[in-house]
């Protein structure tokens, strides 16, 4: 390894520390970040989904990618459930209505760019960067006792 790269990171993507799940805005839904990817702006996390019906409807300027590890989960707009072992490419400016079905699912995301959060008329009402990942995960683990400062784990 060079002396200029970062070090690595080793997590456990689906941990049983309760702790380290972020919870989101969605109930039932939370984040295991693994790696906060500052220089490109990116961020990578496993989403545990524990609820049905809708989630969010969102649009991402730059390709998602994700990995089913357990469970099934929805897009409203496509006929097809992601399950456990699928892999799920997301070209940019594609719009999606995120839905959860009965069972939990985990799914690994590698989200760049921005997630822009919409209304039903497709008007922006928000929107997730890297950045304000890192501060919603910093917040967590400071209310949680971890310290705000182990966000830093995962910052590269």
Request: aromatic fraction near 10%.
């Amino acid at each position: 390894m060079s002396r200029w790269s970062p070090e690595e990171v080793v997590a456990r993507a689906v941990s049983d520390d309760e702790r380290l799940w972020v919870p989101t805005s969605n109930p039932g839904v939370h984040v295991r970040p693994l790696l906060f990817d500052t220089v490109r702006g990116a961020w990578v996390n496993v989403t545990r989904i524990r609820t049905t019906g809708l989630i969010t409807r969102h649009a991402h300027p730059c390709p998602v990618h994700a990995l089913v590890l357990k469970g099934q989960w929805q897009y409203a707009e496509r006929e097809w459930p992601a399950t456990e072992g699928d892999y799920v490419f997301e070209p940019p400016g594609d719009i999606h209505t995120l839905m959860g079905h009965e069972d939990e699912s985990l799914t690994m995301f590698w989200i760049t760019g921005t997630l822009v959060e919409l209304d039903e008329h497709g008007l922006t009402t928000g929107y997730a960067d890297v950045f304000t990942r890192i501060h919603q995960a910093e917040a967590h683990f400071e209310s949680v006792g971890l310290g705000a400062d182990h966000v830093r784990e995962y910052i590269r």
